[in-house]
C-alpha cells in the first residue's frame, strides 16, 4: 500500500499491483507554488507492517499567463512650465509575476494626440526603466494639462500587456507681465478724462483695467501711482485701480494733468506694466480740445526735434571720421615717400657731350666739364639726382668757385 500526504494537490493510484502513479490533483501554478517536495509512503500488511518512504522533488515550469500590473491605476505627474527639453519628468513601474522572459516588461507610449499635435512630440517613455521625458518645453498659457497611455508590454511568446493612464500638469510660471486694457494706449490720438472743477474729495476720475494671462498669485494684480502732475491731487486704489481725487479741485489746478500708474503682479520674481493717464481738470470741452491739441503737437515736435538732433550727430560722426581716415592716410604716404628717398642709393652716370663752340658770344662755357651734383642736409625731404653737363648753363647760375671744385649746389625747390 502506497500513499502520500494530504493538502497537496496530487493523488497516488494502483495502476496494477506494486506500480503506482502519482496523479495531478487540480490546476498547478507556479507563480503560488514554484515547487514541491513530495513523501511517498509504502508499508506492506504483514504483522508488524514494515514501510519505507522517498521524496520526489517536483519543480513546475512557468508559462506566460500573467500580463505586467502597474503599482498604480493612474498616475498624475507635475512639471514647471518653460522646462528644459529633455527633463525627466515621471517613472511608471509595472511588475510581471512570470518568470525569466516572460517577466521581462517594456514600456510603450501609446500613440494618440494631443490639441491634433502626436504625444510622441511631447513627451517620450524609455522601453527599460519606464522613466517619462519631456520632448518640448511646455507654456502654460497654451497648454494646462495632458494625458496620454502608456503600455507594459512582457516578453512571453506570446506576450501580454496592460495599460495605465498619465496625467500631465503643467505647473505656472511668473513668465508674463501684466497687460493693460483699459485706458488703450495709442500714439495716433490722445485720450483724456474729464474732471469738472467742481469735483469733490473722492471723485471718481477712471478706472485703470488689466489683466495678467498667469494664474495664482502670478496672477494679482496691484496698481501704484508712480507719477503724477499734481500728486496731492490723485490716488490709485492698490487693488481695484480707481483714480480717484484725494482733495477738492480748485481753479489754481492745471488743465492738463498726467498720472502714471504701475501695475505689478503678485509672482516672485514680480513682473510690472506702466500705462500713462491724460486727465482735463476743466468744465468745458473746448478749453480741453484746445489745451491738447497743443500737447499733442508739443509731443510730434519733440519727437521730430529729437530725430533731427540724432541724424545731425550722425552726420557729424561720419564727416568727422572720413576726414581723420584722409589726414591719417596723406601722413602715411609722405612718411612711406621720404623712407624711400632716404634709403635709396642712385649711382650717378657720367655724360659726356660734344664740344660746344661759342658763336653768339653768350658767355657759355667752351670746353666740356664733368660735374657732380652735392646735396646741403636739409635738402634729405626734397633730393635731385642729377647729372650736370656744363656747355649750356648760364654763367649767371655757375659759381667759378664751384666750377673749380667740380660741384654745384643746386636748390632743389628753385631748380
Not at 140 to 169: C, M, W
Not at 384 to 389: E, K, R
Amino acid at each position: 500500500m502506497c500513499y502520500i500526504e494530504e493538502n497537496i494537490p496530487f493523488v497516488m493510484t494502483s495502476a496494477s499491483n506494486n506500480f503506482y502513479s502519482l496523479l495531478t490533483d487540480s490546476d498547478l501554478d507556479r507563480e503560488r507554488a514554484p515547487e514541491y517536495n513530495i513523501s511517498v509512503t509504502c508499508s506492506d500488511e504483514g504483522v508488524p507492517s514494515l514501510s519505507s518512504s522517498v521524496t520526489l522533488t517536483l519543480q513546475i515550469s512557468d508559462v506566460n499567463d500573467n500580463a505586467p500590473v502597474f503599482d498604480r491605476s493612474s498616475y498624475e505627474a507635475y512639471i514647471i512650465e518653460n522646462n528644459t527639453p529633455g527633463l525627466s519628468i515621471f517613472t511608471v513601474k509595472a511588475r510581471d509575476a512570470d518568470w525569466n522572459q516572460n517577466a521581462r516588461v517594456s514600456y510603450i507610449l501609446e500613440d494618440s494626440s494631443v490639441n491634433g499635435v502626436p504625444v510622441s512630440s511631447y513627451v517620450s517613455v524609455s522601453a527599460d526603466s519606464g522613466v517619462i521625458h519631456s520632448v518640448r518645453s511646455f507654456d502654460y498659457e497654451q497648454i494646462k494639462d495632458f494625458h496620454f497611455r502608456v503600455k507594459a508590454q512582457d516578453g512571453g511568446s506570446p506576450p501580454l500587456s496592460s495599460n495605465v493612464t498619465v496625467k500631465i500638469i503643467i505647473k505656472d510660471q511668473n513668465d508674463n507681465a501684466p497687460q493693460v486694457l483699459y485706458p488703450v494706449q495709442t500714439s495716433s490720438s490722445l485720450v483724456a478724462e474729464m474732471v469738472p472743477r467742481s469735483a469733490d474729495v473722492g471723485y471718481l476720475v477712471t478706472k485703470v483695467v488689466a489683466v495678467d494671462v498667469d494664474s495664482g498669485q502670478n496672477a494679482w494684480l496691484s496698481y501704484k501711482l508712480q507719477k503724477a502732475t499734481d500728486r496731492a491731487l490723485f490716488e490709485v486704489g492698490l487693488q481695484n485701480g480707481e483714480i480717484r481725487t484725494i482733495r477738492q479741485v480748485t481753479d489754481k489746478d492745471a488743465v492738463k494733468q498726467r498720472l502714471t500708474v504701475v501695475v505689478e503682479d503678485n509672482g516672485q520674481p514680480s513682473r510690472s506694466a506702466t500705462v500713462n493717464v491724460n486727465v482735463a481738470v476743466a468744465d468745458s470741452f473746448p478749453e480741453v480740445l484746445s489745451e491738447f491739441t497743443d500737447f499733442t503737437h508739443d509731443k510730434d515736435y519733440n519727437d521730430n526735434l529729437t530725430f533731427y538732433l540724432v541724424l545731425a550727430l550722425a552726420v557729424v560722426s561720419f564727416l568727422f571720421i572720413t576726414c581723420l581716415v584722409v589726414i591719417i592716410s596723406v601722413k602715411i604716404y609722405r612718411w612711406r615717400q621720404s623712407r624711400v628717398l632716404y634709403h635709396s642709393n642712385l649711382p650717378v652716370i657720367p655724360y659726356y657731350p660734344p664740344r660746344y663752340a661759342d658763336t653768339l658770344g653768350t658767355g657759355t662755357l667752351q670746353h666740356v666739364y664733368n660735374y657732380e651734383v652735392c646735396r646741403t642736409t636739409d635738402s634729405r625731404k626734397k633730393m635731385l639726382f642729377v647729372q650736370l653737363i656744363c656747355g649750356h648753363f648760364s654763367t649767371t647760375f655757375v659759381n667759378s668757385a664751384a666750377m673749380q671744385s667740380g660741384c654745384i649746389l643746386i636748390d632743389p625747390l628753385t631748380w
